[in-house]
Structure formats: structure tokens, C-alpha cells
């Protein structure tokens, strides 16, 4: 089985701009998360998709958004960028067992 | 606001050695605590996971103590290999249906010098 891919691998953004992640999931999974990942915060988590359902979402501004589509890929967004922004962020898809997830490598953005 | 404390941020630790790293958790409505393993470039992996009703679980190498009274856990790595040396993140969930999410600790970066 292939992993969960995520695209791009590296961004590089300005300020106020908007960016979209792609993430197709382990296939037969339906539950998608995002985590941000930063050296001062660690891995936090940002929102969960079953069957295009927002199921969970974390304490992250209305500037981040998700969805996933019938294929079960999710996209996320992110609106008028800020400095802070600039993180790896990762995406996990889950087969339904308790806390296993499958990350994929993630996107590394940057936001100057 | 922390929920899952994890320590220490880094270690070193001789080849052969047992590396140990420590979580606390406050929300009592976790129940289910998974380890992931994260190299330099990669996405977490998950490595090993125990249930509060288990005080001590091992697969391999790896054994994850469990103290519920305590609301602690800890995963220690026997005979540990330079192979070893990447960033351990202790996590926490609520195993109910319908949710995935996981709340990490910050991080232990461990080195297993040869």
C-alpha cells in the first residue's frame, strides 16, 4: 500500500498571501488530520475529516480551513499568511483504530 | 494550555544504555497513549501504544510503563543503537468513536552515541 503523499514538499509564501496543501490517504482510510508542527509549539493538532466532515477542529484561527473530497484526499488552506504561519505541516490518515495514525512527510512552508 | 508534559526535551545516551523518556497527563479522559518516532525529514511514526488498564507494555525494544494513579508513562528503550537517535513524542487520546485527534508532548530529541 502506498503512504499517505502530500504535495507540495516545500513552499515558500509571502505575507497575506494564501496557500493550499494536498493530501491523499493511505487507501481505505477515511479519517484525515492535520497537525502544524513548529520548534516552539511542537505538533498541534488543526482539524479531522471523515467521509468530507469536519469532525474535530483545534483551537487555529478561521485563517485555516480543510475539506476532503468523495476520494477521501483533503486539501487545507491557509488566508492571509502571517509570519507565524511558517511550519511543517502534516497529514495523517487513520484506519479508525485508537490513536493510530499514518503521517506522511509533510509540507514545509515558509512565509517571508 | 500543555495537556500532555513530556521530558526530558533532549538526551544522550551511550550505545547499550536505556534511554527513558517521561509524560504526565491531566485530562482524565484519555484513555489510550500512543508513542511515535520521527526521523529528520520524515512525518511521526507510531511505535507503541498502551491502554490504562496495562501498567507495563513491550514490543521489541521498546516498553511503555504505565502508572494510572499517577497519570504517568514513560517508554524506555533497551540495549538502544545509534539507529535509535530521532525525536520521541509521547501522545495522548480519547478512544471514543469519532475521534482521531491526538494531543502530543513536545518532543524528547534523543542521540545514541556509538
Known amino acids: 500500500k502506498a503512504g499517505v503523499t502530500q504535495t507540495p514538499r516545500y513552499l515558500i509564501k509571502t505575507r497575506g498571501q494564501q496557500v493550499t496543501l494536498s493530501c491523499s490517504p493511505i487507501?481505505?482510510?477515511?479519517?484525515v488530520s492535520w497537525y502544524q508542527q513548529t520548534p516552539g509549539q511542537g505538533l498541534q493538532f488543526l482539524f479531522e475529516y471523515f467521509s468530507e466532515t469536519q469532525r474535530n477542529k483545534g483551537n487555529f484561527p478561521g485563517r485555516f480551513s480543510g475539506r476532503q473530497f468523495s476520494n477521501s484526499r483533503s486539501e487545507m488552506n491557509v488566508s492571509t499568511l502571517e509570519l507565524g504561519d511558517s511550519a511543517l505541516y502534516l497529514c495523517a490518515s487513520s484506519p479508525g483504530l485508537p490513536g493510530v495514525a499514518f503521517f506522511g512527510q509533510g509540507t514545509r512552508l515558509t512565509v517571508v | 494550555q500543555q495537556q500532555v508534559k513530556q521530558s526530558p526535551q533532549s538526551l544522550i545516551v551511550q550505545k547499550g544504555g536505556i534511554p527513558i523518556i517521561n509524560c504526565a497527563y491531566e485530562?482524565?479522559?484519555?484513555?489510550?497513549f500512543p508513542w511515535y518516532q520521527q526521523f529528520p525529514g520524515k512525518g511521526p511514526a507510531l511505535l507503541i501504544a498502551i491502554r490504562p488498564d496495562v501498567s507495563e507494555k513491550k514490543e521489541g525494544r521498546f516498553t511503555i510503563s504505565f502508572n494510572k494513579s499517577a497519570k504517568q508513562f514513560s517508554l524506555h528503550i533497551m540495549d538502544s543503537q545509534p539507529g535509535d537517535s530521532a525525536t520521541y513524542f509521547c501522545a495522548a487520546t480519547a478512544a471514543n468513536f469519532g475521534n482521531e485527534k491526538l494531543t502530543f508532548g513536545t518532543g524528547t530529541r534523543l542521540t545514541i552515541i556509538p
Open positions: 487507501s481505505g482510510h477515511r479519517s
Open positions: 485530562n482524565t479522559a484519555f484513555d489510550y
